[in-house]
């Protein structure tokens, strides 16, 4: 059976942020984890929409594309209409992309001369304006995400932030189009493709502007955003007659019993709170990089530490840290050491953690959900209740071992108790 929406991710907690948005928007979905080696039929029968999660947000500009074509190759064999790229709401990017090297990849792969982009998304306060991304009531600039330790972002104008990184011209449909319905934002497709303009930021402050962009979008090979703009898209396969009106899909128990973790790798303010609010009320550890650095002990002593806490209410390890610690860290150890050195620990804490029995776990951050999953050689992912906007349950599925429930949280995500009311 051929699937309507194929999409490409570029972070775990991403592609299950954007696979709870059409679940909800009733399309039956699968988030699949990388590129799978063959076809994958049995994963995607009966399957309206596929969610390829890739790991490539921050690696080198040439591995995206090519992780990215790679997720594209495979889900126009698997039939897909139309293929969305899936980004974080707050257009996190390093100097030297990835958001447009990819998308230009993308586009030349699919033969199209144009395509938008569009991060918002409103419910959780990222709304677009005149081509700037507010976060709240702030600019993005202006905003946590200003000391991000991998992708620091110091311009909240998404034209300038973008036309660094492609080489075609970035133009804006502003919100006054946007309001105006379908017919006029692709008016001004139209003006900007004339005009030579091959990228477009699209305003929106309301999730009705979302839904009126999807409408207009119907006819793009290529679309690319947050998981806000997937909320209108489902209903321009309903106008086809090729998705039945069966309101929300129905989500999967992650109610799997067993004990509870949280592991937390996000720095981000949002995450720092719940790191802050769970420590006041359950036991926490604390993980340090350059601890981390100098040997293994640390994560033994995790181990040691969890033994005996283990239950039905959660414990924290965490190696979320506020901006001065982590600049002190990576002052020491290098940026990129410094974050693979907690990927990698929380990784085999991960493990541990599910040897001894744990079988609901928390995940906090993008980066650090992506090696906690690749660790735990999570194939697929189905979608449960949502926890809070963007953030669902999800039950794993791992080659010839028992499922898992899995909540993979972008660090941006979530109130302050956020981890404690998701097993609540």
Known sequence: MAILLGAIADDFTGATDLANTLVRQGMRTVQ?????????ATAIDGVDAV???????????????????AALDWLQNAGARQVLFKYCSTFDSTAEGNIGPVAEALMAALDTDFTIYCPAFPENGRTIFKGYLFVGDGLLSESGMRDHPLTPMRDASLVRVLAAQTTRPVGLVPLSAVSDGPTAIRATFDRLRQAGTAHAIVDAVTDADLHRLGEAA???????????????????????????????????SADLGGAT??????????????????????PSFQLDPQALAESDEQIAQAFDWAAGRLGAAPILISASAPPDAVRAAQDALGRERAGALVEAALARIARGLVDRGVRRLVVAGGESSGAVVQALGVRAL????QIDPGVPWTVASRD??????????????GGEDFFLRAFA
């Open 218 to 252: 119907s006819d793009l090979p290529l679309i690319t955003g947050g998981s806000g703009l997937a909320l209108g898209l489902p209903e321009n396969f309903r106008r086809q007659g090729l998705l039945p009106n069966r309101g929300e899909t129905a989500a999967v």
């Open 261 to 282: 973790a949280v592991l937390s790798g996000s720095c981000s303010v949002a995450t720092l709170a719940q790191n802050a609010y769970m420590r006041a009320r359950r």
């Open 400 to 413: 010839g071992a028992p499922p898992l429930a899995l909540a993979l949280k972008s660090g941006n995500f």
């Open 51 to 69: 969610v390829i999660a890739l790991k490539s947000r921050t690696i080198p500009a040439a591995a995206a594309v090519a992780q990215s074509l």
């Open 32 to 40: 699949l984890i990388e590129v799978p080696a063959g076809p994958a």
């Open 382 to 385: 189905a979608i449960g209740r």
